[in-house]
């Protein structure tokens, strides 16, 4: 499968990359291939910075199970608006 | 496979893509006098990879000119091809009209070695399974290779990028043979797509040979990936050295 689907989200935070700690400014949001993880399709996350280039990235691949347990991790761990 | 030569040459070089952009490009070439057909490869959604680069590789083993564009060059110079696919995903894809400029470029420089005998196909994996049909509508080709690529047919996904439209109104334009190559269990491009394609390229009358392969879903060629299913794999390369023997042949 290739889906072609992407969701994006503008996010304020940091995120550490290879070298170091940067500004993260926006997340793309996708199941489909993997570049690692041991699975067809994969959850995937990236952290994105585009004005400091492509390398400005952090990357996650998660399984479908895994990211469904952490977004309820996430959701779980906030406190109410 | 074929056998022509155990002696090649590979290396990245840089051509004027699309606009005028300079972008890198895999070559590689058996050694040789030739001539030799030309096959332009156009690499899959995770980026102009290692394994890109071995299927390039692979080509000229057979005695084939292969260049495989790196579509993702405009994400930044010195990218890993990873952090240059997401960087592209994130920007919204490669529009189609950039593809076939960069597809053309490649094209040309393979038609200007003193080896080529002046045929010329193209094939694509994924996301460049449907380029390939895109690129061999809009160029002229001898022959095509559609590697299960999705959004030929059928329709586009919600959230898909601007630049991602069907394909299905250019088939009247397919220049070249079409050989499509599918897994069973693909859900994009599904059995249905690929029907449906089947079925309109047969009512225009274009030569074309699809072959879906049961127990194999998208991705079954990436020797590196758990889509890989070695069966279909390597009936697929058959079907492949056969297409282009019969059409990229002096």
């Known amino acids: 499968m290739c889906t072609y689907q992407t969701e994006t989200v503008a996010v304020q935070g940091s995120g550490k990359g290879v070298a170091a700690w940067f500004p993260v400014t926006e997340a793309t949001v996708y199941f489909d291939h993997p570049q690692h993880a041991a699975a067809e399709h994969t959850l995937n996350v990236d952290f994105l910075n585009r004005e400091r280039g492509p390398s400005a990235r952090v990357a996650v691949e998660l399984t479908a ?12 761990s906030l406190p109410p608006d | 496979m074929p056998h022509v030569a155990d002696a090649l040459t590979a290396q990245t070089i840089r051509i004027a893509g ?26 899959h959604m995770p980026g102009w990879d290692r394994w890109s680069k071995e299927v390039t590789r692979t080509f000229a083993a057979a005695g084939y000119l292969a260049i495989c564009p790196n579509l993702h060059s405009r994400a930044g110079k010195g990218a ?14 490669v529009p189609d009209d950039q593809l076939v ?18 045929k010329l196909g ?15 509508c809009r160029l002229p080709f001898d022959a095509a290779v559609d590697c299960y690529g999705a959004g030929v047919t059928g329709s586009p996904p919600s959230q898909a990028p601007v630049s991602f439209v069907p394909l299905i109104g250019l ?6 043979p079409l050989v499509g190559l ?20 047969t009512r225009l009358g274009k030569t074309h ?15 590196d990936r758990p889509s890989y299913r070695v069966e279909a794999a390597l009936e697929g390369w058959a079907r492949i050295w056969e297409w282009y023997g019969r059409y990229l042949s002096s």
């Open chain 2, 101 to 118: 400029g960069d597809v053309d470029a490649a094209a040309r420089h393979l038609r200007s070695l003193p080896s080529s005998n002046g």
């Open chain 2, 171 to 176: 088939a009247p334009n397919l220049s070249c």
């Open chain 2, 209 to 223: 040979e699809f072959h879906s392969y049961e127990g194999a879903g998208h991705g079954f060629f990436a020797v």
């Open chain 2, 182 to 201: 599918f897994g069973a269990e693909d859900r994009f491009p599904s059995p249905e797509h690929v029907a449906e394609l089947d079925g309109e390229l």
């Open chain 1, 65 to 76: 199970a895994s990211a469904r347990a952490l977004a309820q991790a996430i959701l779980a």
């Open chain 2, 80 to 93: 890993s091809p990873e952090d240059a696919a997401a960087a592209t995903r994130a920007a919204g894809g």
């Open chain 2, 18 to 43: 699309h606009g005028g952009d300079g972008i890198d490009a895999y070559l590689a070439q058996p050694l040789g006098e030739g001539p030799f057909g030309g096959v332009v490869v156009i690499h």
């Open chain 2, 122 to 136: 193209v094939i694509g994996y994924c996301s460049g399974g449907r380029q390939s049909f895109l690129a061999a």
